[in-house]
């Protein structure tokens, strides 16, 4: 019922938020408090290694880079990562594995490490309302925004503090148009300093 009363606040609330807490793309990039936009691949990548702690173990590859033992080469350590580069693929999750994993599943989670909010509904400019609304609204903390260089922006923002908070923040959001299937933590999110169609996956938002 919690859930459900949520959901239609969010409904009622919906047309009022894309104005109250505009933010579009410009300004994000602007507002950047560094700039990161057109730092090259490799520095992108590598200022993108600095969100997470030194101790993670990061799943970097494409789709399909999991679940057979050939694949443990697709989970490595931020130090490993760091001499290597981009070069594993374009997706990573926004969570750390257990050492030694080959599939990326929520089974071999190792720590809920970031929250990654994008909509395939949404303009850039609106899903830019939605983190305005996360950040000065529900003070969740906003760690970077990536340019996926499709048609979104990947918001990657610090996990709630526990599941009931999780459950409530999720129904809200996908009432606003964000997409569900991201609030898996195991699921492919695109990583900076990779590039996708000769488009560059890129930072244009970092936190100090």
Same mark, same amino acid.
């Given at each position: 019922?919690?859930?459900?009363?949520?959901?239609?606040?969010?409904?009622?609330?919906k047309p009022e938020?894309?104005?109250?807490?505009?933010?579009?793309?410009?300004?994000?990039?602007?507002?950047?408090?560094?700039?990161?936009? #057109?730092? #090259?691949?490799?520095?992108?990548?590598?200022?993108?290694?600095?969100?997470?702690?030194?101790?993670?173990?990061?799943?970097?590859? #494409?789709?399909?880079?999991?679940?057979?033992?050939?694949?443990r080469t697709h989970?490595?350590?931020?130090?490993?990562?760091?001499?290597?580069?981009?070069?594993?693929?374009?997706?990573?999750?926004?969570?750390?594995?257990?050492?030694?994993?080959?599939?990326?599943?929520?089974?071999?989670?190792?720590?809920?490490?970031?929250?990654?909010?994008?909509?395939?509904?949404?303009?850039?400019?609106?899903?830019?309302?939605?983190?305005?609304?996360?950040?000065?609204?529900?003070?969740?903390?906003?760690?970077?925004?990536?340019?996926?260089?499709?048609?979104?922006?990947?918001?990657?923002?610090?996990?709630?503090?526990?599941?009931?908070w999780e459950n409530?923040?999720?129904?809200?959001?996908?009432?606003?148009?964000? #997409?569900?299937?991201?609030?898996?933590?195991?699921?492919?999110?695109?990583?900076?300093?990779?590039?996708?169609?000769?488009?560059?996956?890129?930072?244009?938002?970092?936190?100090?």
């Amino acid at each position: 019922m919690v859930l459900e009363t949520l959901r239609a606040n969010a409904e009622r609330y919906k047309p009022e938020l894309f104005d109250f807490f505009r933010w579009p793309m410009s300004e994000i990039l602007d507002g950047s408090p560094l700039l990161v936009a #057109d730092r #090259d691949p490799e520095d992108q990548f590598r200022t993108w290694l600095k969100l997470w702690p030194a101790h993670c173990t990061v799943w970097i590859g #494409d789709i399909y880079s999991s679940g057979k033992t050939e694949h443990r080469t697709h989970f490595r350590t931020l130090a490993e990562w760091y001499q290597i580069g981009p070069v594993m693929g374009n997706f990573t999750c926004g969570s750390s594995f257990k050492p030694g994993s080959y599939q990326r599943s929520n089974e071999n989670l190792n720590g809920h490490r970031f929250l990654v909010v994008e909509s395939d509904v949404l303009s850039r400019d609106e899903i830019g309302a939605v983190f305005a609304f996360l950040r000065r609204r529900l003070h969740y903390e906003l760690h970077c925004i990536i340019d996926t260089a499709g048609k979104s922006l990947h918001g990657w923002f610090e996990t709630p503090p526990n599941k009931i908070w999780e459950n409530r923040l999720k129904a809200g959001l996908e009432v606003f148009g964000c #997409d569900p299937k991201v609030f898996t933590y195991s699921q492919p999110v695109r990583v900076p300093g990779a590039w996708r169609d000769g488009k560059l996956q890129r930072l244009i938002w970092l936190r100090q």
